[in-house]
């Protein structure tokens, strides 16, 4: 069963950085085909995708946070890690980490990792302050 969980949330100051952290169990890194995300949701708003990456590092972000977030694997330990750096009031969300064991859906609205067999965490809270 595939499971994950986020860390690393909190609050900043406008331009300020951010690395949050999600552990991923229940398939490798290093052996298994998989698509791992990172999500946000911030008040009142629908949930937007941000960045996924799949077993072949292949990766893609969204326009809003391109050149300013990036995704990275620490693939000994089975970590995702979103680095978010010069963030913005807007940047503050609920952000949600999800994996699948199956390759990413690049067009899809979810990269094709809302499926029953999918794992979403609970959310980490990032605040970026004016």
């Known amino acids: 069963q595939v499971r994950v969980v986020e860390s690393g949330g909190g609050s900043v100051q406008t331009g300020g950085s951010l690395r949050l952290s999600c552990a991923v169990s229940g398939f490798t890194f290093t052996m298994d085909y998989y698509c791992v995300a990172w999500f946000r949701q911030a008040s009142g708003k629908s949930r937007e995708k941000l960045v996924a990456?799949?077993?072949?590092?292949?990766?893609s972000s969204a326009v809003s946070v391109k050149g300013r977030f990036t995704v990275s694997k620490d693939k000994e330990n089975n970590i995702l890690y979103l680095q978010m750096n010069r963030l913005k009031p807007d940047d503050t969300a609920t952000y949600y980490c999800?994996?699948?064991?199956?390759?990413?859906?690049?067009?899809?609205?979810?990269?094709?990792?809302?499926?029953?067999?999918?794992?979403w965490g609970q959310g980490t809270l990032v605040t970026v302050a004016s």
């Open positions: 990456i799949d077993d072949e590092d292949r990766s």
């Open positions: 999800a994996a699948v064991r199956s390759r990413c859906y690049w067009a899809g609205m979810d990269y094709g990792i809302n499926t029953p067999s999918s794992a």
